[in-house]
């Protein structure tokens, strides 16, 4: 099992521009999650997904879109890039309320650089 | 407003050099309290979940343990390779999570 794998690892965007990061998880989880982690300011929530089918908004969503794809995938977006969003970006999965399981696995990680 | 609060921020030990990491924790209806690893470049490993107080989880050179307001994190014997921030993690009632700011750990040879 690979767990719950992000792409892309790095990225570099100008002001203005989009992206979209990917996620996905092969542990059949029904919840996942997307973190975004600062220096000093630790793991904080931006959106999560309860259940295929559903999206919530976390700590800090201004500026970002979600789309729970399928039960394995989960995407973040973002549709106009500032300097704030500079960041290293986490998802995570875990069984849920439905599965049982709360313990998040969380993925490597992508680090995302706004000039 | 749930709360978790790590301490030390950070840790120097010497090789073989046993001790402990502090999690205090409010929150409102506890249904899990996790231990983390995170290193450098890297997302947070899963190392532990602990339930209920009393309860205790061991796993090589490390031991957690959980009270009603606090979690420890007791290393012993550690070794370089044990270098890394660990992060204390609480789930509420609404399944939640709330992040402590972690303390990073720095075994020398």
């Known amino acids: 099992n690979a767990g719950v794998t992000q792409t892309p690892k790095f990225q570099v965007l100008k002001t203005g521009q989009s992206m979209t990061l990917q996620c996905a998880q092969d542990?059949?989880?029904?919840?996942m999650y997307w973190y975004r982690q600062d220096p000093g300011m630790g793991l904080r929530l931006i959106y999560y997904s309860a259940s295929e089918g559903t999206t919530d908004k976390g700590e800090v969503p201004n500026g970002y879109n979600v789309s729970r794809l399928n039960k394995r995938e989960f995407s973040l977006r973002l549709e106009s890039a500032a300097p704030s969003q500079t960041s290293v970006y986490f998802c995570?999965?875990?069984?849920?309320?439905?599965?049982?399981?709360?313990?998040?696995?969380f993925g490597p990680g992508t680090r995302l650089t706004v000039l | 407003e749930d709360q978790v609060t790590q301490s030390p921020e950070a840790l120097r030990l010497q090789e073989g050099e046993s001790s402990s990491l502090n999690c205090s924790y409010t929150?409102?209806?506890?249904?899990?309290l996790f231990w983390y690893r995170q290193d450098p470049g890297k997302g947070p490993e899963f190392l532990f979940t602990?339930?209920?107080a009393g309860e205790e989880k061991e796993k090589e050179r490390l031991k957690a343990t959980l009270t009603k307001k606090e979690s420890f994190l007791h290393i012993t014997a550690p070794k370089p390779e044990d270098s890394a921030t660990y992060l204390c993690v609480v789930n509420n009632a609404g399944n939640m999570l709330t992040f402590g700011g972690g303390t990073r750990l720095m075994v020398k040879p």
């Open positions: 542990m059949n989880h029904n919840s």
């Open positions: 995570a999965s875990s069984g849920g309320l439905a599965g049982g399981g709360y313990t998040q696995y």
């Open positions: 929150v409102s209806g506890l249904r899990g």
């Open positions: 602990l339930y209920s």
